[in-house]
C-alpha cells in the first residue's frame, strides 16, 4: 500500500495564494486523488479531487473558481497540487491529502472512500 505526504501550507493574509503538494509513493496508476479540510468542529469536507487518468476533476462549491488542482505523474512519484488564491478567513483548515483505487477514472467526492490518506498541513488565512 502506497502513502501521500502533504506540503506547502502556512499563513497566509485574505486575498492571498498558496500551493499545496502531495507526494504519492507505490501508488499504481488507476489511484484517483484528492484534497480534504477540516475545521476545528466541522465535518471533514471533499474540495477537489482528480482521477488517475487527469481526465475528471470534481471541486467542491466553496472552492470552485478559486482552487485549481492539478498532477504530475512522474515515474517514481505522483504529484498532486492544489493552487489556492483568492483565499479567505473561512478556508483556514487543516488540508488532507488522500487516494483510492477508482479504475473506472472517477474521483469521488466523499472523504470515507478514500482509503490512503496524508497527515496533513495547516493553512491559516487571517491579517
Known amino acids: 500500500q502506497g502513502q501521500v505526504v502533504e506540503s506547502g501550507g502556512g499563513l497566509v493574509q485574505p486575498g492571498g495564494s498558496l500551493r499545496l503538494s502531495c507526494i504519492g509513493s507505490g501508488l499504481p496508476d488507476e489511484y484517483a486523488m484528492g484534497w480534504f479540510r477540516q475545521a476545528p468542529g466541522k465535518e471533514r469536507e471533499g474540495i477537489a479531487c482528480?482521477?488517475?487518468?487527469?481526465?475528471?476533476?470534481?471541486?467542491g462549491d466553496s472552492v470552485s473558481g478559486r482552487f485549481t488542482i492539478s498532477q504530475d505523474n512522474a515515474e517514481v512519484a505522483r504529484v498532486l497540487y492544489l493552487q489556492m488564491s483568492s483565499l479567505k478567513p473561512e478556508d483556514t483548515a487543516m488540508y488532507y491529502c488522500?487516494?483510492?483505487?477508482?479504475?473506472?477514472?472517477?474521483?469521488?467526492?466523499?472523504?470515507?472512500?478514500?482509503?490512503?490518506w496524508g497527515r496533513g498541513t495547516q493553512v491559516t488565512v487571517s491579517s
Open positions: 488522500a487516494a483510492k483505487l477508482s479504475a473506472a477514472d472517477r474521483c469521488p467526492a466523499r472523504a470515507d472512500l478514500y482509503n490512503i
Open positions: 482528480v482521477s488517475w487518468r487527469g481526465t475528471n476533476t470534481y471541486y
